[in-house]
Every structure is written in structure tokens, then in C-alpha cells.
């Protein structure tokens, strides 16, 4: 059985940071590659960054381009986020999903950025 | 960016009733296209892949088409059970991009 479970979100203060991981189990984790999206609360879905399934090529939405940071260790079967600069606006729950199709979804994080 | 303009916003039906949501891309995506269904509290349910293609366990009374830019989630007989909120979304280029949302209701 698939399963991707976050963990890592919580409460920080504006311009510090925060590290989502995501541990993937039931399937060949190095043969897929994997996207962060997130909600923000009572809004719609915005997908956040994609890694290749080896690593080699990472793609960001320009909100958080240069601020978050998408790797994984294929070890491990761990996805994870890099959280910069974290600003109010990128209060959300984060789900990682697998591949581009997303055809499965983590159970989510909620990150909040509050002072 | 592609943008895809999803419509109705929110929709009421009766139980029984077949019930159509759209996505339309401002460019094309060929057959990059997903559905999911999202119910409150809980992570999005891949229905439909590739635009057309039912995911395994989805009831078949789902189904996914595309005329041109336009891409359709039907409901062929409306349930209970399907009272959610519906995205469509492209993974044809990046940056991906989900569809603002459809709200499901019962009448």
C-alpha cells in the first residue's frame, strides 16, 4: 500500500524557517518524481515545487522561488521542503504528492507563519 | 502560466442527477489533465487521469472528457457520497496549475 506521510510543520515567527519531510513507503520511491502542493486555509490548491525522481532537475512556483528548496534522499524514501524566508502568505497545509499526476497525497502539514 | 478557469464555482444537484463540471486551459495541454475530489478534513482523491482515464476504485458513474481546451468531470448519477469540492489540474508544463475549485452540494 502507498503511503507519503509529512511531518515537520508547526508555528514560526516571519523570515525564519522550517524543514516539511516526507516519508514514502509501499513503492519504488527513486522511480518517481515528487511535488509539494499546498492550501491555504478555506482555499484552493497551489502546487509548490517538483523533483525529478534522481534529483537532477527541481521546478518552483515563482512565489517561493530562491526562498524554498525541494530535495530528496532516495535512501531513505524521504521527500523534503526547505522552508526560507517563510512569510504569513505561505500559511498552508503542505501535501506531498506523487508525480505529476499526483495520484496519491500525503495526510498534510499545517505550517503557520505568525508572529 | 497556463490558467485553468474551472466552472461552475458551486453547484447544487439532486440526488440522481448527472452533473458536469468544467476546466478550460488558456493553452494546450493535450491530455494533462487530472480531476480530484476533496472532502473537508481530508487530502485530494485522484478520480480521473490523462483527461479521460478513471482511476482505479472510482466509481464508474465518473467520467472525464475533453473537446478542445475544454476539459469535463461528469457525475453520471449523483450520490451522496459525492458532495466534495472538485480541482481540475495540469500537469502539461510547469508551473502546474489547479483550477480554482467546483463546491458539490445536494439540493
Known amino acids: 500500500e502507498v503511503q507519503l506521510v509529512e511531518s515537520g510543520g508547526g508555528l514560526v515567527q516571519p523570515g525564519r524557517s522550517l524543514k516539511l519531510s516526507c516519508a514514502a513507503s509501499?513503492?519504488?520511491?527513486?522511480?518517481?518524481?515528487m511535488a509539494w502542493v499546498r492550501q491555504a486555509p478555506k482555499k484552493g490548491l497551489e502546487w509548490v515545487a517538483t523533483?525529478?525522481?534522481?534529483?537532477?532537475?527541481?521546478y518552483y512556483r515563482d512565489s517561493v522561488k530562491g526562498r524554498f528548496t525541494i530535495s530528496r534522499d532516495n535512501a531513505k524514501s524521504t521527500l523534503y521542503l526547505q522552508m526560507d524566508s517563510l512569510r504569513s502568505e505561505d500559511t498552508a497545509t503542505y501535501y506531498c504528492?506523487?508525480?505529476?499526476?499526483?495520484?496519491?497525497w500525503g495526510q498534510g502539514v499545517m505550517v503557520t507563519v505568525s508572529s | 502560466d497556463i490558467q485553468m478557469t474551472q466552472s461552475p464555482s458551486s453547484l447544487s444537484a439532486s440526488l440522481g442527477d448527472r452533473v458536469t463540471i468544467t476546466c478550460r486551459a488558456s493553452q494546450d495541454i493535450g491530455n494533462y489533465l487530472s480531476w480530484f475530489q476533496q472532502k473537508p478534513g481530508k487530502s485530494p482523491r485522484l478520480m480521473i487521469y490523462?483527461?479521460?482515464n478513471l482511476e482505479d476504485g472510482v466509481p464508474s458513474r465518473f467520467s472525464g472528457s475533453r473537446s478542445g481546451s475544454d476539459y469535463s468531470l461528469t457525475i453520471s448519477s449523483l450520490e451522496s457520497e459525492d458532495t466534495a469540492i472538485y480541482y481540475c489540474?495540469?500537469?502539461?508544463?510547469?508551473?502546474?496549475?489547479f483550477g480554482s475549485g467546483t463546491k458539490l452540494e445536494i439540493k
Open positions: 523533483i525529478s525522481y534522481d534529483g537532477s532537475s527541481t
Open positions: 509501499g513503492f519504488t520511491f527513486s522511480d518517481y518524481n
Open positions: 489540474l495540469q500537469y502539461d508544463k510547469y508551473p502546474l496549475t
Open positions: 504528492a506523487r508525480r505529476g499526476v499526483a495520484d496519491y
Open positions: 490523462g483527461a479521460t
